[in-house]
């Protein structure tokens, strides 16, 4: 079974643009979480997807969005991007989120300049 | 306060070690969890998941959790140099989905 797929892989953007980032889950899973990393944060939540609703969010500004399709892929959106959104971005599927194991994608690494 | 705090080290051993690494948490809402290895560069790989107290062994790895002391720990037996990486401690509360995750242990461990 094919794993989380993570696209692209990396990313250069100037401060303002906005990015778009995509995450295939596990076939059959339902629940996309995604998770910035950074070195002085660590990692953190981000939201999480279930059948194409946002069922949890984290504490990030509203340039931070989100979307799930029917198919269960996600994306995650970063509007008027800023220095500090340099980051791993990390998706994570479960079968329905709930206390379930979830697993990591790749990650894509954004470099905003 | 972190709500999850780990001990970021770095712990360096030589191959061969038992190594330990723990985690403590202050929420007691916290029901499962999970140890996490990450490569540098990487996504975090899951290796471990328990939701009871007690001890879930699986080959050189073992979990153990005590819910009444908000303790949690990975030990691992024998360590290998490709065992090098930041382990991460991770835990959802009750039918939560969040993952809220320590900080991290960069470990080295040397031929």
């Known amino acids: 079974k094919a794993g989380v797929t993570q696209t692209p892989r990396y990313l250069i953007k100037t401060r303002g643009q906005q990015v778009t980032l995509s995450c295939s889950p596990i076939?059959?899973?339902?629940?996309v979480s995604w998770y910035q990393q950074t070195p002085g944060q660590g990692l953190q939540f981000l939201f999480e997807?279930?059948?194409?609703?946002?069922?949890n969010k984290g504490n990030f500004p509203g340039r931070f969005s989100g979307r799930q399709f029917s198919n269960s892929r996600s994306e995650m959106n970063v509007s008027t991007l800023e220095l500090g959104d340099s980051a791993l971005y990390l998706c994570?599927?479960?079968?329905?989120?709930?206390?379930?194991?979830?697993?990591f994608g790749p990650g894509t690494r954004l470099l905003v300049l | 306060q972190k709500e999850v705090e780990q001990d970021p080290g770095p712990l360096s051993v030589p191959e061969g070690a038992i190594v330990s690494l723990n985690c403590t948490y202050s929420?007691?809402?916290?029901?499962?969890f999970m140890w996490y290895r990450q490569y540098s560069r990487k996504g975090p790989e899951l290796l471990m998941y328990t939701y009871s107290s007690g001890n879930k062994e699986d080959g050189r790895f073992t979990a153990q959790v005590d819910k009444s002391s908000k303790y949690i720990s990975l030990f691992i037996r024998d360590s290998q140099p490709s065992d090098s990486a930041t382990y991460l401690c991770?835990?959802?509360?009750?039918?939560?989905?969040?993952?809220?995750f320590g900080e991290g242990t960069q470990l080295t461990v040397n031929p």
């Open positions: 929420n007691s809402a916290f029901q499962y």
């Open positions: 994570a599927s479960s079968l329905a989120g709930t206390g379930e194991t979830q697993y």
């Open positions: 997807y279930f059948s194409e609703t946002q069922r």
């Open positions: 076939s059959g899973h339902r629940s």
């Open positions: 991770a835990m959802i509360r009750t039918s939560g989905s969040r993952l809220t």
